[in-house]
């Protein structure tokens, strides 16, 4: 229909016909929240990591100062341990793709 250049009302009076037809669930435990815009250096940041890593094939994790104030000794070096690993293993698969060239 849309090849044929049919018109508006015919594409609606066609597809909109099956879904229009059907009763809308209640919505009960809806709860409207009030919006919070995010912090402008949170996304620029998260920005900044996503390129990075298609870049550099690094992937990185960033961490809010409360979550890393909650984290105990044991967690944080298991993270550290993770991104070391992480890393490692990371310059290792760069290292084969530039031997492989």
């Excluded at 250096?41 to 104030?69: A, H, N, P, Q, S």
Aim: hydrophobic share 30%; aromatic share 4%.
């Amino acid at each position: 229909m849309l090849k044929k250049g049919s018109a508006v009302s015919a594409l609606k009076k066609k597809i909109c016909k099956k879904s229009c037809d059907k009763k809308r669930p209640k919505l009960s435990s809806w709860k409207d929240e009030p919006f919070s815009p995010r912090d402008e250096k949170e996304v620029e940041t998260e920005d900044m990591i996503e390129k990075m890593k298609l870049e550099t094939g690094m992937g990185m994790k960033m961490y809010k100062r409360e979550d890393m104030m909650s984290m105990s000794e044991g967690d944080m070096e298991t993270m550290a341990a993770r991104e070391a690993f992480s890393s490692e293993r990371q310059a290792a698969q760069m290292e084969a793709k530039q031997q492989d060239l």
